[in-house]
């Protein structure tokens, strides 16, 4: 059992679909969290996405969008959780990064 501050009834919600699902049942059996944000974005969805992956023990990583804000709020928080954080020159570039981290 894990001690989070992390609600276990947060949800996410789906970009490409508009859904929703619970945090705790998205995090269930995975081993690895990739988190992709953009520099717009907000850095506390990260922040706890991040916090509830480090609680479980899952690796997790995050990629950074270039966006008209600067990248630091977003880099900051998903800093203290990423095993590996990337910041992107070109959104372009996603689509070959995902597929070089096999997800």
């Known amino acids: 059992m894990f001690e989070s501050a992390v609600p276990d009834d ?3 919600r789906h970009a490409g679909t508009g859904g929703t699902a619970l945090l705790s049942e998205e995090l269930d059996g995975a081993d690895t969290v990739v988190m992709v944000a ?4 907000s850095a506390e969805a990260a922040s706890v996405i991040g916090n509830a992956a480090a609680a479980r023990g899952i690796m997790s990583a995050g990629l950074v969008l270039p966006g008209p804000r600067p990248v630091s709020d977003v880099v900051t928080a998903l800093r203290p959780n ?4 990337v910041v992107l020159r070109d959104a ?9 981290l096999r997800v």
């Open 92 to 100: 372009a570039d996603l689509p070959e990064i995902l597929s070089a």
């Open 10 to 12: 947060a949800l996410l």
């Open 38 to 41: 953009t520099a717009d974005a």
């Open 82 to 85: 990423a095993m590996v954080l």
